[in-house]
T-cell receptor, first 119, second 113 residues
């Protein structure tokens, strides 16, 4: 129930096209959904994140669409560029209460999508 | 503001040895988490520290341990290294337990021979 399933594993898009990566989760306690971008030899960098109270969030060319009833969320990259070629990870986490108050727990990651944008 | 820094960046060890990795969080961040990244298992949570106390732990054997210092810097230790411990070890920092956004460092690439 803690899994986050990500698809596709790899994606090839032409420059200027739209890249779409999908994720699905089971744990309804998840309430924070970030997307990370990782280049070879680097750590993951936060791209954009969403909470379940909104269905869409846009930042520049990156948009998250969120479907709470289907327990799915997706990343759309508009006008894809060769510089967007990287591995993309979706993730999810939930709040929990402990002696110290409310905390956000671990990030549960999808398996990643290798995006290649051809010039 | 400087990002998360990790040292060393690369490390080669042999089976049975132990290793210590270091992480300095973003200035002002007090919570540090560690993740292991491998091609087969992806990104997996190891543990989180706040106020020098372990707050959360993933499903890793006791050979994996960590600690946090009063300046929020953190170290993780792996004892009795196995070939399967070869991975990229990532440190992530956030402002505190009640915040959600985690920022990752560049990682330490550990190779066990």
């Amino acid at each position: 129930q803690q899994q986050v399933k990500q698809s596709p594993q790899s994606l090839i898009v032409q420059k200027g096209g739209i890249s779409i990566i999908n994720c699905a989760y089971e744990n309804t306690a998840f309430d924070y959904f970030p997307w990370y971008q990782q280049f070879p030899g680097k750590g993951p960098a936060l791209l954009i994140a969403i909470r379940p109270d909104v269905s869409e969030k846009k930042e520049g060319r990156f948009t998250i669409s969120f479907n709470k009833s289907a327990k799915q969320f997706s990343l759309h990259i508009m006008d894809s560029q060769p510089g967007d070629s990287a591995t993309y990870f979706c993730a999810a986490s939930s709040q929990f209460l402990n002696a110290g108050g409310t905390s956000y727990g671990k990030l549960t990651f999808g398996q990643g999508t290798i995006l290649t944008v051809h010039p | 503001k400087a990002g998360v820094t990790q040292t060393p960046r690369y490390l080669i060890k042999t089976r049975g040895q132990q290793v210590t990795l270091s992480c300095s969080p973003i200035s002002g961040h007090r919570s540090v988490s560690w993740y292991q990244q491998t091609p087969g298992q992806g990104l997996q949570f190891l543990f989180e520290y706040f106020s020098e106390t372990q707050r959360n732990k993933g499903n890793f054997p006791g050979r994996f341990s960590g600690r946090q210092f009063s300046n929020s810097r953190s170290e993780m230790n792996v004892s009795t290294l196995e070939l399967g411990d070869s991975a990229l070890y990532l440190c992530a920092s956030k402002a505190g337990p009640g915040t959600d956004t985690q920022y990752f460092g560049p990682g330490t690439r550990l190779t066990v021979l």
